[in-house]
């Protein structure tokens, strides 16, 4: 049975610490506005030309980039053609209520990655930019072992009500889901994880077979998937943020395809109309090349419903859904 309090208490930690790094990626990009001398130029009401010109990086594109996220953010805005400072404020909470929610783990790891935008500002193939899923897979890997990663993974399996027994498909499963959830699946049950990224699957591998775990790893891009069997639950967690829209939309239609009735979807995200400014940490995370943007939850529902399954859609706190194949 599943415990609604558990899930939406998990939930809710899960949001807490995706809103603090939204607050931090703020404070980064004040940074670095400030240490690459941008807001100085800003404070002159340039136009976007004036800048590139005037603020001495290399990478143009990212500066576009970048000026477009403080757009987005509400930190400048466009007038006839001028860039203006336009007295932007925000709070930063540290949620009181889950004064003890705040995880330690992804703090160093989105530190690193804040250095890397120095490096990128430079050339977006400069060797200390680490977010290329196979040429980097060792800096994902710590990226989806942290304490927050173990948490958004309990969160799922409580949600999907994942027991033993159970199967398993988890697309862009990355190299730490699949030991995670095969463990509780066991060998009475099967786990298929897909991902395109080799070098990922690699350290997947190695640590399903240290642990002697049965799971399946599947070398695919998703929008290719046609799987055939019949699972209880699918993941989709982290991954929708690389696809366009068309793509997860067929991508969401066969995950539905493969669920036996009553089978579960469970999708994570930070759905980007339930974080404010939520630009700041897609500036960092749009270092990785593929990556899209973070999806609206209201395109993800209207998208599961417009493919005509019988199906029950609940949005769970902020980050994640859960999709119901009706028996
Ligand atoms: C941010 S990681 C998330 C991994 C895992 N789902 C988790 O939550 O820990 C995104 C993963 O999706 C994979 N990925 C991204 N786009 C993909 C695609 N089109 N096909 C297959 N895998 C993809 C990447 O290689 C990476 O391992």
Known sequence: MIRMDTVE???SVVDSNIEQMVRMAILHIIQLGTKHGIFKVLSREPTYQEVLDSVGLPNRRLLLEFLNTLKAIGIIEEKEGRLKLNGFSCTL???????????????????????????AF???????????FDKDAD???????????????????VAAGLEQGMSVLDLGCGSAAPSYF?????????YTGVDYS?????????????DNLPVELKELDVRLIRPVNEYDVAVISYLLEYLKPDDYGRV????????KPGGRLIILEPFREEFKHIEALEFFEKLNKDFVGFPRRNDVIRTIEGNGFDV?????????LRVTLMP
């Open 182 to 190: 095969g463990r509780i699946v066991g060998y009475d049950g099967f």
């Open 198 to 210: 080799s070098a990922i699957l690699e350290i997947a591998k190695s640590r399903a077979e240290t």
């Open 93 to 119: 909470k540290v949620p009181q209520e889950h004064y003890d929610s705040l995880l330690p783990g992804w703090v160093s790891t989105l530190e690193e990655i804040y250095r890397m935008v120095d490096y």
């Open 122 to 132: 430079i050339t977006p193939t400069h060797p200390h930019v680490l977010m290329d």
């Open 9 to 11: 208490r998990l939930v």
């Open 252 to 259: 969401l239609k066969r995950t539905l395809e493969t669920l």
């Open 312 to 320: 029950s859609i609940e949005p769970l706190g902020r980050s994640l």
């Open 139 to 157: 800096f994902w890997d710590i990226r989806m072992t942290t304490d927050f990663a173990d948490l958004y993974r309990k969160t799922i399996s």
